[in-house]
C-alpha cells in the first residue's frame, strides 16, 4: 500500500513554455502533498506544502507565480512550471502524506526529470 | 542556521560487513528522524523513523541509533549485500508539516 505516481516521468520541454507535473496517490488519500526539487547530489529541497481544497505553502524563495500547484482532490495534486528555463532543469519528486499522518512516513513518488532546453 | 550532515559522500563497504552511516545535526530539536533510501533516478523510500525518546530502532537487518545529547543518528546495515548499494538520506522534522533531508551518503556493497 502506500503508492504515488507521478507523470510523467521526464520531460523535455523549450524555454518559455509550460510543463505540468501530475502527481496521484493510488491506494490512499492525502490530505497533504508536498513538491521538492533536486539537483544532482544534493539533498531534495522542499518547494511547497499543498493542502486539499486550500491553497499551497510556499517556501521561502520559491516563486508562487512560475511554480502552481493545484490540490484539486485527495488523491492529485499538479505542479505546473511557468515559462519554463533551463535553469529549471532538475528533478522533481512528490510526497504525499495519509490523512491524519502529517509529515511523519512522506510516501513518494519515482520523480520527473524536467529537461529546458 | 539550521543544519543536516551526513558523514560522507560516498562510503565503500565490503559484502557482509556492517555499514554504519553518520547524520549530525545542529540547532535542532527534532521530534523524530527519518531515513530513507533512494536508488538513482528515483524518489526515496521511506525504511525508518526513531523519535526523541526511542534510544535504538531496528527492522531486519536494519538498525537505527538517536541520540539527542549528540545530536546523533547512525544507521546500521548489518550482512550487507551488494543489493544495499544506494544513496541513504537522513531526514528531520523542522515543523508540523516539514522534514529537511540531508545530502545523503552513497553506499556501495563490495562483491
Known amino acids: 500500500g502506500a503508492v504515488v505516481s507521478q507523470h510523467p516521468s521526464w520531460v523535455i520541454c523549450k524555454s518559455g513554455t509550460s510543463v505540468k507535473i501530475e502527481c496521484r496517490s493510488l491506494d490512499f488519500q492525502a490530505t497533504t502533498m508536498f513538491w521538492y526539487r533536486q539537483f544532482p547530489k544534493q539533498s531534495l529541497m522542499l518547494m511547497a506544502t499543498?493542502?486539499?481544497?486550500?491553497?499551497?505553502?510556499?517556501e521561502q524563495g520559491v516563486e508562487k507565480d512560475k511554480f502552481l500547484i493545484n490540490h484539486a482532490s485527495l488523491t492529485l495534486s499538479t505542479l505546473t512550471v511557468t515559462s519554463a528555463h533551463p535553469e529549471d532543469s532538475s528533478f522533481y519528486i512528490c510526497?504525499?502524506?495519509?490523512?491524519?499522518?502529517?509529515?511523519?512516513?512522506?510516501?513518494f513518488g519515482p520523480g520527473t526529470r524536467l529537461t529546458v532546453t | 542556521s539550521q543544519k543536516i550532515e551526513q558523514n560522507s559522500e560516498a562510503l565503500n563497504i565490503q559484502e557482509g560487513k556492517t555499514a554504519t552511516l553518520t547524520c549530525n545535526y545542529t540547532?535542532?530539536?527534532?521530534?523524530?528522524l527519518q531515513w530513507y533510501r533512494q536508488d538513482p533516478g528515483r524518489g526515496p523510500v521511506f525504511l525508518l523513523l526513531?523519535?526523541?525518546?526511542?534510544k535504538e530502532k531496528r527492522k531486519e537487518r536494519l538498525k537505527v541509533t538517536f541520540d539527542t545529547t549528540l545530536k546523533q543518528s547512525l544507521f546500521h546495515i548489518t550482512a550487507s549485500q551488494p543489493a544495499d548499494s544506494a544513496t541513504y538520506l537522513c531526514?528531520?522534522?523542522?515543523?508540523?508539516?516539514?522534514?529537511?533531508f540531508g545530502k545523503g551518503t552513497r553506499l556501495h556493497i563490495l562483491p
Open positions: 540547532n535542532y530539536s527534532p521530534a523524530y
Open positions: 531526514a528531520l522534522d523542522e515543523r508540523d508539516d516539514k522534514i529537511i
Open positions: 510526497s504525499a502524506s495519509r490523512a491524519g499522518g502529517g509529515s511523519y512516513e512522506q510516501y
Open positions: 526513531i523519535r526523541e525518546n526511542e
Open positions: 499543498s493542502n486539499e481544497g486550500s491553497k499551497a505553502t510556499y
